[in-house]
């Protein structure tokens, strides 16, 4: 979705929830996003965190990886269980598995520490827009068992709807829209995230985590392929 296509004040007053155990940290982020035009809470603690998720319904959460109690990583799995709420990670710099475990926990971006709290507001505005429906709208259609709307940002697969979050809609009407063609992930880090330098397995962890929700077996994927040292391809084949 480009950014043109959404009124900016449609992200004015959306609820961001941090959940950050450094005060410091958390004090700066709620200044920047309130700055923003954002509704920011703030919780130390994954456990207060849960419970705030449930309190205050948030349109975003800012997640740090390392937390009292349970890891940011644990916490992530907890809130996909329920909800597929935009989920930003707060990962250590250099720290490859920590990006790699939040991802596969379901979050849908990531920011390095220490980082810019412009660049995160940047983020947070980006990931938003991507979950809000589209002010141009985008015909639906049909193909093979699926039919993506993306203006209303919903995929079903023979009628029945799947539980996409963010990045994993985006990647999935990509594909969806560029059928049986081969894209490697640097090419998909640019189309889909946006994003011209990043870690590439970025896209590794988010197609994975697609499979396990369009494909009958995850294991040997027939939809979404791997054409090795290449890319994906979507196929459909058997789906």
């Known amino acids: 979705m480009s950014q043109a296509s959404v009124d900016p004040r449609e992200l004015t007053d959306r609820r961001v929830l941090v959940i950050e155990d450094d005060a410091t940290v958390s004090e700066i982020l709620d200044t920047y996003?309130?700055?923003?035009?954002?509704?920011?809470?703030?919780?130390?603690?994954?456990?207060?965190?849960?419970?705030?998720l449930t309190e205050t319904s948030p349109d975003l959460v800012v997640l740090d990886r390392m937390l009292p109690g349970i890891d940011g990583a644990e916490v992530c799995r907890r809130i996909r269980a329920e909800s597929t709420v935009p989920i930003i990670m707060l990962t250590a710099l250099g720290s490859e598995d920590d990006r790699i475990d939040g991802l596969e926990a379901g979050a849908d971006d990531y920011v390095v520490k220490p980082f810019s709290p412009r660049e995160l507001v940047?983020?947070?505005?980006?990931?938003?827009?991507?979950?809000?429906p589209e002010f141009a709208r985008e015909?639906?259609?049909?193909?093979?068992?699926?039919?993506?709307?993306?203006?209303?940002?919903?995929?079903?697969?023979?009628?029945?709807?799947?539980?996409?979050?963010v990045r994993e809609f985006d990647l999935f009407a990509f594909f969806l829209k560029h059928p049986r063609q081969t894209f490697d992930r640097s090419t998909?880090?640019?189309?889909?995230?946006?994003?011209?330098?990043?870690?590439?397995?970025?896209?590794?962890?988010?197609?994975?985590?697609?499979?396990?929700?369009i494909?009958?077996?995850?294991?040997?994927?027939?939809?979404?392929?791997?054409?090795?040292?290449?890319?994906?391809?979507?196929e459909l084949g058997g789906a």
């Open 33 to 52: 996003l309130r700055a923003a035009g954002y509704l920011v809470d703030c919780v130390g603690d994954s456990f207060s965190g849960l419970a705030a």
């Open 122 to 132: 940047l983020r947070v505005n980006s990931v938003l827009r991507r979950s809000l």
């Open 215 to 234: 494909e009958a077996d995850p294991g040997n994927p027939v939809v979404l392929v791997t054409v090795w040292g290449v890319g994906y391809r979507l």
């Open 188 to 213: 998909l880090l640019r189309s889909v995230w946006g994003w011209e330098i990043g870690d590439l397995s970025t896209v590794t962890v988010t197609t994975r985590r697609l499979r396990e929700k």
């Open 139 to 165: 015909a639906p259609f049909d193909l093979g068992p699926f039919h993506l709307d993306a203006s209303a940002r919903t995929v079903t697969k023979a009628g029945l709807p799947l539980d996409l979050s």
